[in-house]
């Protein structure tokens, strides 16, 4: 795909400074060529304005002097996201229903949907209008799904599941499965039936092979605008808020309550029935084991507070020769009160 820079300034509000010309990528500004675009949004690349070859760069008021064309952004990461999202290449090629979908008759599609071959669409399910379904996705009876969403292959909703409008469900995710409750008993380990649902909002992004669980009884929530990553597993009767990032490989055990605006780093392990205060912000590999009040930045496990977490890991290297020094103390203070007992 091709497109002119004054097209792309426009149709994202940038002021375009230097020759219009064409451009069919974009590139970092190492690697761009003459025909892509690249941007600068972390200073510490800043000496590569110099040397890129490529036919523009995004960059902030201050910067676009530094290069022979410049489109001006007040945010040059975000709009490098818009113009990738103009040269992106769209995933899939069907379109309309395809014959080889199972579609129960009392299930309700809406108008402009896409559904693959080897989809499965239960009793009663809904499926809103614009929204597409890869092959091998499986939508459980009474299930909710909005409009203008994208269901990568072999997602799965299980039965009374809801999703709102806008979201992207990438390949591998598990929506209602049940969650983990067993009780150990004299007759062995019982079962606890999980009669609950899921329920998540609007403009949500899951990432692959993530799982939330269905609740014990009521459900299990993400807000609208949460962002969650690949691997990662919410137990049951976990509240969610809105506009969260969650990274890879985070487990939140069930009944955990979590704000508004809260970031999790990767492989973060919550217990369960906690309280996560909103714009609290973990670190990575941080187990968390007791509330957190909101606006907290922790790390660590046990998680604590980040100026403790930032001393501990500057006092961490240091501990090997710290115990060696230790146990020379000691055996000098041992040989000290040797003497002193010897004198009395």
């Not at 190492?30 to 675009?37: C, K, L, R, Y």
């Not at 690249?38 to 676009?64: D, K």
């Not at 990432?207 to 609740?215: K, M, Q």
Request: aromatic residues 4%.
């Amino acid at each position: 795909m091709v497109r002119r820079l004054s097209e792309i300034a426009g149709l994202l509000g940038l002021e375009l400074r230097g020759e219009d010309r064409e451009v069919s990528g974009v590139n970092t500004l190492e690697a761009a060529g003459p025909d892509e675009i690249s941007f600068l949004a972390n200073p510490r690349y800043m000496g590569q304005l110099s040397t890129t070859r490529a036919g523009a760069v995004i960059v902030a008021a201050e910067h676009a002097q530094d290069v022979a064309v410049a489109l001006v952004s007040a945010n040059p990461y975000f709009d490098f996201g818009r113009t990738l999202a103009l040269f992106a290449r769209k995933q899939g090629s069907f379109e309309g229903v395809s014959e080889q979908a199972v579609v129960h008759p009392e299930a309700v599609v809406g108008e402009g949907c896409t559904v693959y071959p080897h989809v499965y669409i239960g009793p009663r399910a809904r499926i809103g209008a614009g929204t597409v379904l890869f092959p091998g996705c499986y939508i459980g009876e009474d299930c909710v799904v909005g409009g203008g969403c994208t269901l990568y292959p072999n997602v799965v909703l299980m039965a009374g599941v809801e999703i709102g409008d806008d979201c992207i469900l990438h390949a591998g995710v598990v929506l209602g499965a049940d969650g983990f409750g067993f009780a150990r008993t004299e007759f062995g380990i019982q079962k606890i039936p999980q009669v609950g649902t899921v329920r998540i909002g609007s403009d949500v992004e899951i990432g692959a092979n993530t799982t939330i669980d269905r609740s014990v009884l009521g459900v299990t929530t993400v807000g609208d605008g949460t962002k969650i990553d690949n691997l990662v597993m919410l137990g049951h009767n976990v509240e969610m808020g809105r506009n969260c990032l969650i990274v890879s490989q985070v487990g939140i055990s069930g009944s955990t309550k979590v704000g508004d605006d809260v970031t999790m780093a990767g492989q973060v392990g919550v217990a369960g029935h906690l309280s996560i205060g909103s714009g609290v912000t973990i670190g990575p590999k941080s187990g968390v084991a007791k509330d957190i009040p909101a606006g907290e930045t922790v790390g660590g496990a046990p998680a604590v507070d980040k100026s403790t977490y930032m001393r501990t890991l500057t006092v961490m290297p240091k501990l090997p020769d710290m115990y060696k020094r230790l146990g020379k103390l000691e055996k000098e203070l041992a040989e000290l009160k040797k003497s002193l007992s010897e004198e009395q």
